[in-house]
């Protein structure tokens, strides 16, 4: 088993930037792959990031590439998920989650999740 927690949500004006973050315990952190999903209400949850074990590999969705960055820490158990330019749009919970399956961008091949942080991008 993998314990997640997320942290770092919070309301922010469009433009800002929030840093979230995600602390692992249990099996070893930095035997898996990690991703960043998110929410928004009404909507299925969507592929953010990626980042490989050793962060030799990330991937992003084209709808934040260029202005999130993800990131990770394996003596601290922790991925990161720094996020600059912040639209309206980009409002949802946002969820870490460990690879355990073969792609980086489906939900199916994630099968430990955090409980999410909301993110919420004012005008």
């Known amino acids: 088993q993998v314990q997640l927690v997320e942290s770092g949500g919070g309301l922010v004006q469009a433009g800002g930037s929030l840093r979230l973050s995600c602390a692992a315990s249990?099996?070893?952190?930095?035997?898996?792959?990690m991703g960043w999903f998110r929410q928004a209400p009404g909507k299925e949850r969507e592929f953010v990031a990626f980042i490989s074990r050793s962060s030799s590999i990330t991937s992003y969705a084209d709808s934040v590439k260029g202005r999130f960055t993800i990131s990770r820490d394996n003596a601290k158990n922790t991925v990161y998920l720094q996020m600059n330019s912040l639209k309206p749009e980009d409002t949802a919970v946002y969820y870490c989650?460990?690879?355990?399956?073969?792609?980086?961008?489906?939900?199916?091949?994630?099968?430990?999740w955090g409980q999410g942080t909301q993110v919420t991008v004012s005008l």
């Open positions: 249990g099996r070893t952190f930095s035997n898996y792959g």
């Open positions: 989650a460990v690879r355990t399956g073969v792609t980086y961008e489906h939900t199916s091949s994630y099968a430990y």
